[in-house]
Every structure is written in C-alpha cells, then in structure tokens.
C-alpha cells in the first residue's frame, strides 16, 4: 500500500490535532498502527509542549536551573497524561480520518496475532505441562 506523507507544515497541523486532507488517509491509519505508533505519539506530545515550554524558557524570570526544572516537572505530568490518553487520542485521529471507529486497534491486534500466538504456546509449554506421566 503506497502512503503519501504529509510535509512539515501539514504534519504540524496533524500533530496539533488539525485533519488531514483524504489523500493521507493511508498514513494517518499507518501511522496510528505500525510498530512505532508509540514513540509517533509521543513525539506529536513533544511538539504541542515545546511551544509552551519555549517561551517559558526565554520570557519567565527567575534563574535557569528553576526554569529547566519546572519544564521537566511539567512535562513529566503531560508526558503522563499522554501516555494515558494514548489509545483514545490515536483512534481518534483514525475516526477523523474517515475510519470506523475500533480500527486502529483491530489493524495492530491483527498485526501482532502471529506474535500474541507464539507467546502464548511459549506460556502454555512453560506453565501448562501436560498430566504428569508415570
């Protein structure tokens, strides 16, 4: 499947939570369920705090350790909030879309079903032995 990415100002647009024209539908949907969508997800989180971190890294007053250290707290706390809204904000960028609510889950659940099968045989070979012999 051949995806048209987005150029550096539509992917800003994106990555604020802006729509994509259609012709990107195939990326927004690759990019919410390759095997990276994780740290895709955390680098859209980067940019929307990098523009509220810049200017109060340059404009509050007070000494530079302080700053650097209530940016770190700061986004100590979003990077969480990112991190638990992950799967909502994801789908949610797939429905805008024009996907089904649910597919970004299904497609990387159907990605990682040869995977899931092979740890669970490992599981049950490790855990479920068969009735003991003798």
Not at 16 to 25: E, K
Not at 90 to 97: F, G, L, N, S, Y
Request: proline share 8%; aromatic share 14%; charged share 20%.
């Amino acid at each position: 499947m051949r995806t048209d990415r987005p150029g550096v100002l539509r992917w800003l647009w994106y990555a604020f939570g802006g729509a994509l024209p259609v012709r990107y539908r195939a990326w927004v949907l690759h990019d919410a369920t390759c095997r990276t969508w994780p740290w895709r997800h955390f680098a859209r989180a980067f940019v929307q705090m990098s523009v509220v971190a810049l200017p109060i890294l340059l404009l509050v007053p007070g000494p530079l350790w302080l700053r650097l250290v209530s940016l770190l707290l700061g986004w100590g706390v979003a990077f969480q909030y990112a991190l638990y809204n992950m799967q909502e904000s994801v789908e949610h960028r797939v429905r805008k879309a024009g996907y089904p609510p649910g597919t970004a889950l299904a497609v990387r659940n159907e990605l990682q079903a040869d995977e899931r099968a092979a740890a669970a045989e490992r599981y049950a070979a490790r855990y479920r032995p068969g009735p003991p012999t003798g």
